[in-house]
């Protein structure tokens, strides 16, 4: 959520911002000027309302101790009372289509963003060189079937298109990366959390993901006396929500998480003809890095978890780039986002597999999560931050066709080796 203050100090400047995100906010953003100056108009009445309630409330006693008829004084209360409900209603009215503007304005783009969209987005950095090979390569969908490693035609049994079954192998492969990213995480210091992978409707809202995004869930049917849950779409959800309604000490911060979570998505729309098998599904595995930091330090954190997430990427070898997106292609929560992509050879291009992304201030004021700072009385808003380190269901695809060799087989990355247990995978003999 904006703040307020900057809305009405710099109306302009949000608006313009906010457009170079692709959303014209003119509109949305006078009306929140004007029900913020009718809410605090009705807040003053009713308290003065109240306070002449109390008044004559107080007189009631004194008179009937001197026998002096309270007949007016009751009317007057009694008027006072429908005023004051009538004043209640209306405040709460102003205030609920108040809330329902402010949530739906995105965060802001910092200014250093180019405006629009993907087609805007700009690579700052390569690593490595694209993969030539002395043979006509396959893609990943028949290495991974002729290895054994994923049974596509099941998964679509169990539960239909846009899920698979890592088997053999290719279930070793999987559970290897996120060995590898957990391990590598833990020795830089981030403490691992296990989260609930149904989430109520107050985390959603927190990540900014709700109420627009809210369809693009799987809600679970629940009781009408229970909590209504959703299945996380990813850790984010849950960790930044972790501190919700909490005032954290300034020697707390920063707060360093990550979580291994399925994640579990819609994924509306149809699939475009390169990306067969898994790199795009309705659930996948993804390890999760998130920070709670003082406002001055999340620029370096944001830089800290690019760097994590590149060096993860290194590690296994690839050819990848970093890119800087654009403002209207950083989701609807976030300030700030790099996106780390893999060439997968099959597809002529690059396939994100990390977004790092920095919300500012932006989901602390959603979630009321704040800090003091030391001989301060005030709280002040955390930063909050996340990344992906890493997604697993491209990376696997860009380890087999980048790493396969001329008979059908796959070259295990070596920092994989000692969790997989063999250094290349074969093809299964019919």
């Known amino acids: 959520m904006l703040d307020i203050k900057l809305i009405k100090e710099n109306p302009n400047d949000v608006i ?26 009705l807040i003053a009445e009713t308290e003065n309302i109240k306070a002449e309630q109390n008044r004559q409330t107080k007189l009631v006693p004194q008179m009937k101790k001197e026998g002096k008829d309270t007949t007016e004084i009751f009317a007057k209360m009694k008027e006072l009372g429908a005023e004051y409900k009538a004043g209640e209603e209306k405040l709460s009215a102003v205030e609920a289509r108040y809330r329902e503007l402010m949530l739906g304005l995105p965060n802001l783009p910092d200014p250093d963003l180019a405006p629009g969209g993907k087609e805007n987005n700009e690579p700052i950095r390569y690593f490595g060189k694209p993969h030539e090979f002395a043979f006509e390569p396959k893609n990943h969908v028949d290495l991974c079937t002729s ?112 979580s291994y979570t399925p994640c579990f998505r819609r994924e509306a729309g149809s699939y475009r003809a390169d990306e067969r098998g898994m790199v795009r599904g309705h659930q996948f595995n993804k390890v999760e890095m998130v920070q709670y930091t003082k406002p001055e330090d999340s620029d370096a954190a944001f830089e800290e978890l690019v760097g994590k997430a590149e060096r993860l990427v290194a590690g296994l070898g690839f050819h990848f780039r970093t890119v800087k997106l654009a403002a209207a292609d950083c989701s609807a929560s976030m300030a700030r986002t790099y996106d780390i992509e893999i ?32 001989g301060s009385k005030k709280p002040e808003f955390v930063h909050t931050l996340n990344g992906s380190g890493l997604a697993t269901s491209r990376i696997l695809p860009a380890i087999v066709e980048q790493n396969q060799n001329a008979d059908g087989s796959v070259t295990v990355p070596e920092v994989l080796r000692k969790y997989v247990g063999v250094d290349v995978i074969k093809p299964i003999k019919k």
Not at 157 to 185: C, M, P, Q
Not at 191 to 218: I, N, R, S, W
């Open 16 to 41: 313009a911002r906010l457009a170079a995100k692709g959303r014209d906010a003119a509109d949305d953003i006078h009306e929140i000027l004007e029900l913020d100056e009718k809410r605090r108009t």
């Open 147 to 258: 290895c054994g490693l994923i049974d596509y035609e099941r998964g679509v049994k169990l539960s239909g298109n846009g899920f698979w079954v890592y088997r053999g192998y290719g279930a070793r492969l999987e559970w290897a990366l996120l060995n590898y990213f957990i391990d590598t995480h833990i020795a830089d210091g981030y403490e691992l959390v296990l989260v609930p992978h149904m989430l109520g409707y107050e985390c959603g809202l927190t990540a900014g993901q709700f109420p627009k995004f809210a369809d693009e869930v799987y809600w679970l049917d629940t009781a009408e006396d229970e909590r209504r849950r959703f299945m996380l779409p990813t850790a984010e959800t849950a960790l930044v929500s972790l501190h919700r309604d909490e005032i954290l000490s300034e020697e707390e911060l920063p707060k360093k998480y990550i």
């Open 343 to 374: 060439h997968i050879p099959s597809m002529n291009g690059y396939k994100e597999v990390s977004s790092v992304s920095n919300a500012r201030d932006y989901q602390a004021r959603r979630g009321m999560m704040r800090f003091k700072r030391e």
